[in-house]
């Protein structure tokens, strides 16, 4: 399967979602690559600072971007049973080739506003890309949410999200929690990481959902 973590907004939190659900997935099916198609290259950085500290299982990474990507990843699906792509945070080439070959676009947001505004522009380019890969199915996922029960913008936004038939919306969100930035610097996920139960329970969930 294809997994795509993308989006139109940078600093919501796709690159820390999308290394810790290939650490679990690969964990389960050692057949998965990691594709980073952000030129910032966050993604890449991590696994070698995996590498370098020796951490298993290894998360087998390229860069690819450019036009060419939807080609190449329809190869590479070819030699991994597995594939996930961290796509950087705006309208890129990269994002919109991604949405062509992908079986499940996840989107993460933050419940905020400025956040929200993305959805109708993520909704078009979703509806542009199903027009030749009837296979893609996209959700959002609530991202860097307050751990504070009292705050209610998570729910908020589900009601939001309702309004966009093509687009749906993941039922795991994950809080913010400096465990993530913590076992992102040491080339880990926060399932490995075993400093904050809540944050590895919340990726958990989220594999559980994209995977089944």
Do not use: H
């Not at 290259?41 to 939807?70: F, G, H």
């Not at 009601?159 to 400096?178: A, H, P, Y």
């Not at 990481?193 to 089944?212: P, T, V, W």
């Amino acid at each position: 399967m294809i997994v795509l973590f993308g989006g139109e907004k940078g600093g919501v939190g796709k690159t820390t979602l999308a290394i810790n659900i290939a650490t679990l997935r690969t964990s389960v099916n050692n057949d998965l690559l990691l594709i980073d198609t952000d030129k910032q290259a966050t993604s890449s950085y991590w696994c070698s600072v995996r590498e370098e500290k020796n951490i298993c299982p290894r998360i087998a990474s390229v860069q690819k971007y450019e036009k060419s990507l939807r080609n190449e990843v329809v190869e590479l699906s070819k030699k991994f049973s597995d594939i996930i792509i961290d796509a950087g945070g705006r309208d890129s080439v990269e994002l919109r080739c991604s949405l062509l070959v992908a079986n499940k676009a996840i989107f993460p947001l933050r419940p905020s506003q400025f956040d929200l505004w993305t959805l109708s522009r993520l909704s078009s380019l979703v509806e542009s890309a199903q027009e030749v890969n009837d296979s893609l199915r996209a959700f959002v996922v609530v991202n860097q949410a307050s751990s504070n029960p009292a705050v209610k913008e998570a729910e908020e936004m589900k009601k939001f999200v309702d309004d966009f038939k093509n687009i749906g919306l993941l039922q795991t969100i994950i809080c913010e929690r400096i465990a993530f930035r913590r076992a992102a610097l040491n080339g880990m996920s926060v399932v490995e990481y075993k400093e904050d139960q809540k944050s590895a329970a919340e990726i958990k969930n989220l594999y559980a959902e994209i995977y089944g």
